[in-house]
């Protein structure tokens, strides 16, 4: 530390001396800010590898780049999938040992700096800091006092501000379903950081043999912004490991109208991994273990049907929404039930499911249509491709012959152009007794292009039971410690950076006024501001 | 389709207010008139006034429903606006207007990259860009990056008031020149033509054309430019060694020679990117998207060889202009803490919408990770410059480093390497 960026808090009272020995000697090797800066750059280089070797690729796709010896040293380094290597996590241990021992080694300094700050400004004391300033002001204590007292309070704006932020917070959140993480965010951030802000500091008055000493400790807390920052970078690890340990990921694939508890194992927790492990060293394989594996099926407590799945689309033909009903079964009864899209998961108890991805199952749909009858009214009608139904009140058979998702002509032909529902088409034929009423094509999104259906009007709904929906499932009970130690490492930053700590002292003997300052950061700005005050003083 | 075209003109008047500010700080830079001065302030701020209505106009447009910055011409739009708005919030506060020549240019760079830009209608949102915090996380991001290369040019000026000599930057221009021509594939070096990839246009993307039955892709050759390139190149390669050859042997007619042979190249790559820009106008089946990475380096090289030559020729005014080199180097220092905690914002935001789609917060995507690792360059900056107390040089070498690093997170990471992020595709 030098004295030029910032002043450290003098040193007074010998540190203990370090003392010998192995753990000793580890433990000040990672009080090292150049342990630090050599970390940064190392996992900087390494991170960089990671991004520039595919990660989690295929052998196939690294087969096509790499040589085989290549692919060999690679796979022994473990830089195919890097960022989960023993040697990358060895990095990240280091660099918190190395942020832990920092500020276990710091914070007390600043702590007992902070504890001996004297609200009385001793004869002569005034030397000691860099702004300082003496006049003659008549009846001097009342109006230094007064305007001590200004400086001391929160400004306006400050309140006004943080008004703001929460009246904001709180549109947001409305706007956009209020929960947990918005609200950390959003609320506790900015009522967190008005609650600092009152550690603005009160005016300190005391007189001592006649003499008034009147004392602004502000923004203290400014010094303590690096180790909040510190401590909330320890809490997004610690919300890391927990998720690490006891989260798991999966995959669902639900059918249109199915119930299952399957779910695919895409990263197993942990803390069964590492059970897994203890327990094919100690040679007991217990059958009834619980434990789960990647790459493995396991069941979940409950179930969950998909009543439907939709994708639709904007006019250019670029996907929307992607949207599944979903129910949650829990012992045979309904729970819950909700329509999830991308960014707006489904949430049973702490597991949530994601929309993430969709296909065909490969069963045969069912064609959803709403018919009306020449004079009726619109009802809905489900049948299979091949498959007849009656319209109700009439003499009216119609047969769906054929349905295409994506239909298009070319060179006269009928083509399935794609798998996506982007111009559904279904060939569709309608008899009265033999009587044939219409026979053609009924294309939902151009009704001009359709065949002329003898005043039946048809609406179509769903080509419904042939997709399944793709459910991302995480589980993950560290999340909300990581977005906590994020909130705070805002907090920390913002307080570190925007803010110094700032003292101010005045001693007023009779009329004479003896005024000393110091601040820790921005001292031109500060220089200013005592400046300011004098001169108001003055006039 | 009207308010498009009002939006539209807005961004155009900005675009020009962009390119006379610019003009007016270069002259300012020679003659350091105060007229000139708040001219040049002046039209800055126009711009961004014009650029600020046009981006709400564009809000308005998509129906309040998003706001503007879902493609890459939206974004580079935002960025101009953001570095020009940083940089007058820094003028209005320190005596600095000498800075303006040197960031401006690169407001104006993405305001004129954003114009070459094919996709300029609004595009509806896909299903992962539908969040709110889609949006805090892109207006965080654009203001960080703004700040970080505001802080680049501060440290730049510090170099040159500091008196590195003016032949290190010129080396670096240089080098940056000869990496351009180095990335644009073997086949300017060795045959002299210069290919391109075949797009085709369907249902409003451009899609990369293959050769018929393989994954190789298929390209066109821009007939005529090959040669300027390779020319270019050449000399790039020639201003590289009488650059290496004069910081050994400081011998000032070499000094001269390596002047001129930066001149040169400027010229013929000016020639040779004028071509281009019409050959491309002129081919329905190759677009700027084709190559996207060597498109950018070559503005990118050419810009920086711009700067190089009105930094060379205003050398003495602008060193005797510049503020107290301490200034600068505080300026930067303030400029960074600003845009750090921003930028933590931006990877929190970015975790925060990740974890709503796709279930994990952290997920080492590329563009997740370089956004960490500008993260940690600047966090090595603050470190370096409170803890150890470096500052002058050493700071000002990091605060280059981290702006080289922004760029690629900003541009690079969608462009060379696949990842989620989707922006650069439109």
């Known amino acids: ?539 | 389709m009207q308010l498009h075209t009002l939006g539209q003109n807005f961004f155009n008047t900005g675009g020009i207010a962009y390119l006379i500010a610019t003009i007016c700080y270069v002259i300012y830079l020679g003659n350091r008139t105060k007229t000139i001065g708040n001219v040049a302030s002046g039209v800055t701020l126009l711009g961004v006034v014009a650029i600020t209505i046009g981006l709400i106009l564009r809000w308005v447009e998509a129906g309040l429903s998003h706001p503007p910055f879902t493609n890459l011409y939206e974004i580079l739009l935002f960025f101009a606006w953001g570095i020009a708005l940083v940089y007058l919030v820094v003028e209005f506060k320190y005596p600095i207007k000498i800075a303006g020549a040197f960031i401006m240019p690169i407001a104006l760079a993405a305001m004129g990259i954003a114009s070459l830009s094919p996709n300029k209608e609004i595009e509806p949102l896909v299903p992962a860009l539908q969040s709110a915090w889609l949006h805090f996380h892109v207006a965080c991001s654009t203001v960080a990056y703004a700040a970080f290369i505001v802080a680049f040019g501060f440290s730049i000026l510090y170099l040159m008031k500091d008196k590195v000599r003016l032949e290190v930057f010129g080396l670096s221009v240089a080098i940056i020149g000869w990496f351009s021509m180095i990335i644009t594939k073997t086949s300017i070096l060795t045959e002299g033509v210069f290919r391109m990839q075949q797009m085709v246009r369907e249902g409003g993307k451009l899609y990369p054309v293959y050769q018929p039955g393989t994954k190789i892709p298929a390209q066109i050759e821009i007939p005529g430019i090959g040669k300027f390139f390779l020319i270019t190149f050449g000399i790039y390669l020639l201003a590289m060694l009488l650059h290496i050859v004069f910081l050994s042997m400081k011998e000032r007619s070499i000094s001269r020679y390596a002047l001129w042979s930066l001149i040169v190249s400027f010229g013929v790559q000016s020639i040779a990117l004028l071509l281009f820009l019409l050959k491309i106008k002129e081919i329905p089946e190759v677009s700027l998207q084709s190559n996207p990475y060597e498109t950018t380096m070559f503005f990118i090289s050419w810009g920086a060889t711009l700067i190089y030559l009105i930094m060379h020729f205003t050398y003495r005014p602008l060193l005797e202009a510049l503020p107290d080199k301490k200034l600068l180097d505080k300026l930067s220092y303030k400029t960074i803490m600003v845009a750090f905690p921003l930028m933590t914002l931006v990877i929190i935001t970015g975790a925060i919408w990740a974890n709503y789609a796709w279930g994990t917060y952290w997920s080492w995507d590329p563009k997740e990770t370089w956004s960490l690792i500008t993260w940690l360059v600047y966090a090595l900056y603050l470190h370096a410059r409170i803890t150890i107390g470096w500052h002058g040089r050493r700071t000002a070498y990091i605060s280059i480093v981290g702006f080289a690093v922004v760029v690629f997170t900003f541009l690079g990471v969608n462009i060379v390497l696949s990842g989620l992020h989707s922006y650069a595709g439109g």
């Open chain 1, 1 to 539: 530390m030098t004295a030029k960026a910032t002043p450290s808090p003098p040193a007074s009272g010998k540190s203990p001396a370090p003392r010998k020995g192995i753990f000793h000697s580890i433990y000040y090797a990672f009080n090292s800010i150049r342990l630090t800066v050599f970390l940064f750059i190392i996992l900087g280089i390494v991170s960089i590898i990671g991004t520039i070797i595919e990660q989690g690729a295929s052998p196939e796709k690294y087969a096509q780049e790499y040589t085989e010896g290549t692919i060999r040293l690679f796979n022994a380094l473990g830089l195919f999938d890097m960022y989960h290597t023993f040697w990358f996590f060895t990095l990240l241990l280091l660099l918190l040992l190395n942020l832990t021992v920092c500020t276990l080694e710091r914070l007390p300094k600043v702590w007992r700096f902070a504890k001996r700050i004297k609200p009385i400004l001793e004869e002569g004391d005034e030397k000691k800091y860099p702004i300082r300033d003496d006049f003659e002001l008549p009846g001097g204590a009342e109006k230094v006092e007064a305007a001590f007292r200004k400086l001391a309070r929160l400004p306006y704006w400050m309140i006004l501000l943080d008004i703001a932020a929460v009246v904001l917070a709180i549109f947001f959140t409305r706007e956009y379903n209020f929960n947990f993480l918005e609200f950390v965010s959003f609320i506790i951030l900015p009522l967190g950081y008005v609650a600092l802000l009152n550690f603005r500091g009160k005016l300190i008055r005391t007189e001592k043999d006649g003499v008034v000493h009147l004392f602004v400790n502000q923004w203290l807390i400014s010094r303590f912004g690096v180790y909040i920052t510190h401590v909330s970078i320890l809490i997004i690890f610690l919300g890391a490991i927990a998720g690490n340990l006891f989260g798991f990921k999966g995959y669902m694939a639900v059918g249109e109208g199915e119930t299952t508890n399957r779910m695919y194992v895409r990263q197993a927790r942990m803390i069964d991994t590492l059970m897994d492990a203890l327990q094919s060293v100690s040679a007991k394989t217990t059958e009834d273990s619980h434990t789960s594996r990647s790459g493995e099926f396991t069941t979940l407590p409950f179930s969950i049907r998909c009543d439907d799945f939709n994708v639709s689309y904007y006019d250019t033909g670029l996907p929307k929404d992607y949207t599944s009903d979903l129910v949650v079964i829990e012992n045979g009864k309904e729970t819950m039930r909700k329509t999830i899209e991308v960014n707006d998961p489904l949430v049973v108890g702490k597991t949530y499911f994601y929309q993430s991805s969709y296909g065909r199952s490969g069963r045969p749909g069912v064609v959803v249509f709403k018919v009306q009858a020449p004079g009726g009214e619109f009802r809905t009608y489900r049948a299979p491709v091949r498959g007849t139904f009656h319209v109700d009140g009439t003499d009216t058979d119609i047969q769906i012959m054929s349905f295409v998702p994506d239909f298009t002509i070319t060179n006269g032909q009928v083509r399935q152009r794609s798998e996506e529902m982007i111009n559904p088409a279904i060939y569709i034929m309608g008899k009265k007794g033999d009587h044939l009423l219409f026979n053609g094509w009924f294309l939902p999104k151009y009704p001009e292009y359709s065949i002329d259906t003898a005043g039946y009007k048809f609406e179509f709904v769903d080509y419904w039971g042939s997709q399944y929906t793709g459910l991302q499932v995480a589980y993950d009970p560290g999340v909300e410690v990581v977005w906590i130690g994020c909130s705070l490492l805002v907090i920390g930053l913002m307080i570190s950076f925007f803010h110094s700590h700032q003292r101010i002292w005045a001693r007023i003997n009779g009329d004479h006024v003896v005024i000393a300052g110091s601040a820790h950061k921005n001292r031109m700005a500060f220089e200013k501001k005592i400046e300011d005050l004098v001169k108001l003083l003055r006039t």
